[in-house]
């Protein structure tokens, strides 16, 4: 390999007239390394300067970093956002209401879990009504907002407790917007290789603001109590959802811009047609079939990678949603918290996440995807460590418990932001849909799993309850070390 001549004349004047063999070998990797870092920093450099550039409405002339309309993307940011906190703000309260109705504790792990479930069934159906675009979808999902709230606002006045129910499977179809989230942020028609990573971080921020603003929230709405037939602690939560929902519909419909949904192949028999009557002299038009072979194929190591990812994302959303559901049960049996404690000491951990989510917002054009998942799962596992130390010593207080929770939640909030924009880097675009789906069934698995084992975790013993998430995390390591040359993708 030759050293790249920038200036001629003055490698000509330092030319000697002869090297060893080893200085000779020296010299050309030394030069390998300069290349490379050479172009490690021209990529950075390359981001920054279309960065600085780029306007609102102007086009980025390349490719791995164009970006949707920042006004469809904040929609989008948005949706997801108020997704999360729809349903966590009843979190604090609805073991309350389900009470105040007639109903049992295990009532309300089922009003918290049912909208996962109705999301799953929803995701098929909605697939094959889309047309690969997301304006649909997204106006389903603010329809069944506003739907779903307002329903359970009216269980009370009612006195009918299966209405509480009925709400959350109504907005159990909102939910499925959260796959439409993801793919939008991954859609390579609109998004770079370059950008994925960053916009499913500011997901997570939304993720993050979900359990932290709702269920604190929630627990205000609840304290402060207003004594109202209809509008009370118990149904404020679903009435002012609503009306942030109806809201939030009307700016959609006056700013949403969708994507340009992308036509059909054109059918084989046409290529057997043009085939025929083209001579042998011409030369063969391109055909769908002679690019594929430029897309990678599904080797044993690629499936590997997905295997791995959705396993990270049923990991990350199977912890959380255990310690959110776990939280409640615990420090009720512990330290006699009201649900108000309870859902305050949640949000505190998911505020204080906050400035390294949006930090590493600004790291994703320098860090891969695995860097990035390797250490999130090393901080939310540092974090399950420390609790059972804690556990085994019995000295677990406030500041104990917010420490180890602060580190779950940083750190399997930071790994499950790669899941995805690992995936989609690495396959065709034209899998995106795929890819978005088996992510987020995965997510859907580890949510309502975990949040079942969270409520079991004081009955099955608090030691139980961490060594299995230990054990799942273990999984996931030995899948991430022995695919760990497979994994690297672009940055940004």
Same mark, same amino acid.
């Given at each position: 390999?030759?050293?790249?001549?920038?200036?001629?004349?003055?490698?000509?004047?330092?030319?000697?007239?002869?090297?060893?063999?080893?200085?000779?070998?020296?010299?050309?990797?030394?030069?390998?390394?300069?290349?490379?870092?050479?172009?490690?920093?021209?990529?950075?450099?390359?981001?920054?300067?279309?960065?600085?550039?780029?306007?609102?409405?102007?086009?980025?002339?390349?490719?791995?970093?164009?970006?949707?309309?920042?006004?469809?993307?904040?929609?989008?940011?948005?949706?997801?956002?108020?997704?999360?906190?729809?349903?966590?703000?009843?979190?604090?309260?609805?073991?309350?209401?389900?009470?105040?109705?007639?109903?049992?504790?295990?009532?309300?792990?089922?009003?918290?879990?049912?909208?996962?479930?109705?999301?799953?069934?929803?995701?098929?159906?909605?697939?094959?009504?889309?047309?690969?675009?997301?304006?649909?979808?997204?106006?389903?999902?603010?329809?069944?907002?506003?739907?779903?709230?307002?329903?359970?606002?009216?269980?009370?006045?009612?006195?009918?407790?299966?209405?509480?129910?009925?709400?959350?499977?109504?907005?159990?179809?909102?939910?499925?917007?959260?796959?439409?989230?993801?793919?939008?942020?991954?859609?390579?028609?609109?998004?770079?290789?370059?950008?994925?990573?960053?916009?499913?971080?500011?997901?997570?921020?939304?993720?993050?603001?979900?359990?932290?603003?709702?269920?604190?929230?929630?627990?205000?709405?609840?304290?402060?109590?207003?004594?109202?037939?209809?509008? %009370?602690?118990?149904?404020?939560?679903?009435?002012?959802?609503?009306?942030?929902?109806?809201?939030?519909?009307?700016?959609?419909?006056?700013?949403?811009?969708?994507?340009?949904?992308?036509?059909?192949?054109?059918?084989?028999?046409?290529?057997?047609?043009?085939?025929?009557?083209?001579?042998?002299?011409?030369?063969?038009?391109?055909?769908?079939?002679?690019?594929?072979?430029?897309?990678?194929?599904?080797?044993?190591?690629?499936?590997?990678?997905?295997?791995?990812?959705?396993?990270?994302?049923?990991?990350?959303?199977?912890?959380?949603?255990?310690?959110?559901?776990?939280?409640?049960?615990?420090?009720?049996?512990?330290?006699?918290?009201?649900?108000?404690?309870?859902?305050?000491?949640?949000?505190?951990?998911?505020?204080?996440?906050?400035?390294?989510?949006?930090?590493?917002?600004?790291?994703?054009?320098?860090?891969?995807?695995?860097?990035?998942?390797?250490?999130?799962?090393?901080?939310?596992?540092?974090?399950?460590?420390?609790?059972?130390?804690?556990?085994?010593?019995?000295?677990?207080?406030?500041?104990?418990?917010?420490?180890?929770?602060?580190?779950?939640?940083?750190?399997?909030?930071?790994?499950?932001?790669?899941?995805?924009?690992?995936?989609?880097?690495?396959?065709?675009?034209?899998?995106?849909?795929?890819?978005?789906?088996?992510?987020?069934?995965?997510?859907?698995?580890?949510?309502?799993?975990?949040?079942?084992?969270?409520?079991?975790?004081?009955?099955?013993?608090?030691? %139980?309850?961490?060594?299995?998430?230990?054990?799942?995390?273990?999984?996931?390591?030995?899948?991430?070390?022995?695919?760990?040359?497979?994994?690297?993708?672009?940055?940004?």
């Amino acid at each position: 390999m030759q050293a790249p001549k920038v200036i001629p004349t003055v490698l000509d004047f330092t030319k000697k007239p002869s090297h060893s063999a080893s200085s000779s070998f020296l010299q050309l990797r030394g030069d390998a390394n300069a290349t490379s870092r050479a172009e490690s920093i021209s990529d950075v450099a390359r981001v920054e300067t279309v960065e600085s550039s780029a306007t609102e409405n102007e086009p980025v002339d390349d490719p791995e970093l164009k970006l949707p309309k920042l006004k469809s993307l904040a929609i989008i940011i948005l949706t997801n956002a108020l997704l999360q906190v729809s349903f966590f703000i009843i979190v604090s309260s609805s073991s309350e209401y389900a009470a105040s109705l007639g109903g049992t504790a295990t009532f309300s792990g089922l009003v918290i879990g049912i909208p996962t479930v109705f999301s799953g069934l929803t995701l098929i159906p909605l697939m094959k009504l889309d047309e690969g675009v997301y304006k649909r979808p997204l106006h389903l999902a603010c329809a069944a907002s506003v739907l779903g709230n307002m329903l359970y606002g009216l269980a009370y006045k009612a006195r009918f407790l299966y209405l509480i129910l009925i709400s959350r499977m109504v907005l159990g179809v909102s939910f499925a917007f959260w796959m439409y989230c993801k793919r939008y942020c991954s859609d390579p028609r609109i998004v770079g290789v370059r950008r994925r990573t960053a916009l499913a971080g500011w997901l997570v921020v939304g993720q993050g603001s979900g359990f932290s603003v709702g269920p604190f929230l929630g627990g205000l709405l609840y304290r402060v109590g207003f004594k109202n037939e209809v509008f %009370n602690g118990y149904t404020s939560p679903g009435w002012l959802m609503s009306a942030v929902w109806l809201a939030f519909w009307v700016a959609v419909a006056l700013v949403f811009e969708d994507v340009k949904a992308t036509p059909p192949p054109p059918p084989r028999t046409t290529e057997i047609e043009l085939s025929d009557v083209t001579s042998a002299s011409d030369p063969a038009p391109p055909s769908p079939r002679n690019t594929d072979r430029d897309e990678p194929k599904m080797t044993l190591q690629r499936w590997g990678v997905v295997v791995c990812m959705c396993w990270y994302a049923m990991t990350c959303f199977f912890i959380l949603g255990a310690w959110e559901a776990n939280i409640p049960v615990y420090t009720g049996a512990k330290f006699h918290y009201s649900p108000f404690a309870a859902g305050n000491l949640i949000a505190l951990g998911g505020i204080t996440t906050f400035p390294f989510l949006f930090a590493n917002l600004f790291l994703a054009r320098r860090v891969q995807d695995r860097h990035t998942l390797a250490v999130g799962s090393a901080i939310g596992l540092a974090g399950l460590l420390i609790m059972i130390a804690f556990l085994q010593t019995d000295t677990v207080q406030f500041g104990t418990l917010y420490f180890c929770w602060f580190l779950v939640a940083l750190g399997f909030n930071l790994a499950s932001t790669v899941t995805l924009s690992l995936l989609s880097k690495q396959l065709p675009g034209e899998w995106n849909g795929r890819i978005s789906l088996a992510i987020q069934y995965s997510n859907y698995t580890g949510r309502v799993t975990g949040a079942v084992w969270g409520g079991a975790g004081v009955k099955v013993g608090m030691l %139980n309850y961490l060594g299995l998430q230990i054990a799942i995390v273990g999984i996931g390591a030995v899948m991430f070390l022995t695919l760990w040359r497979d994994l690297k993708a672009k940055t940004g």
